[in-house]
Structures are given as C-alpha cells and as structure tokens.
C-alpha cells in the first residue's frame, strides 16, 4: 500500500512539472502600449512540440489594424493546455496571441 501512494505522489508531481513548465507569458508594448481595452485574439500553431510555426502565424500588425500604441500578449492558456495534452502526442502545440488596443 506505501508502495501505491510513493508511486502516485511522484506521477503526481511529474504530470504538475510537465504542466506547469509551460506557462508563460510574453508582453510587448508598441508605441505607450495598450490605451483601450479592445482585444483580438488569435491562435499559433507549431509542430515538433513548439520548435517549428506552422504558416497560420497571427500578423500582430493586421490584428492592431491602424492603432500606433498597443500590447501583443503571446501566452499559453488554460484552453491551449487541454489541446496541447491531446494534440503533442504528434507534436502539435499551440499558444495564444493576444492584441489589445
């Protein structure tokens, strides 16, 4: 029975090391960054587990359209979470862009 529990404890663990590693966030400002609260979001795919963009790549420009000052967020989500665990078994990864004006 102390058996079990080590080996659940420590599968644990690993499954919250692999999924937690992952979270992050990257922020960049253009121009005084976000002055409104207007977001559009789009999603970025890769292959070989986030080595390689696949061609959707989201055009931050095009999602500011003709805003000068404004915030790119590219973070991973709780939603991207869930499609990377089916989806990285043939090392399909996504992440989410975020542009908000």
């Given at each position: ?14 499954v ?24 559009t979001?789009?999603?970025?795919w ?18 500011a359209?003709?805003a000068?000052?404004?915030?790119i ?15 990285s ?13």
């Amino acid at each position: 029975m102390r058996k079990i529990k080590k080996i659940t404890s420590l599968l644990l663990i690993g499954v919250l090391l692999v999924v937690l590693s992952g979270c992050m966030t990257h922020i960049h400002n253009v121009g005084r960054g976000a002055q409104g609260n207007e977001m559009t979001e789009k999603r970025q795919w890769y292959i070989l587990w986030g080595l390689v963009p696949i061609a959707n790549a989201p055009d931050t420009t095009e999602m500011a359209g003709s805003a000068t000052d404004y915030t790119i967020k590219s973070e991973l989500t709780a939603l991207d979470g869930i499609i990377n665990f089916f989806t990285s078994i043939v090392t399909i990864n996504t992440r989410t862009v975020t542009v908000t004006k």
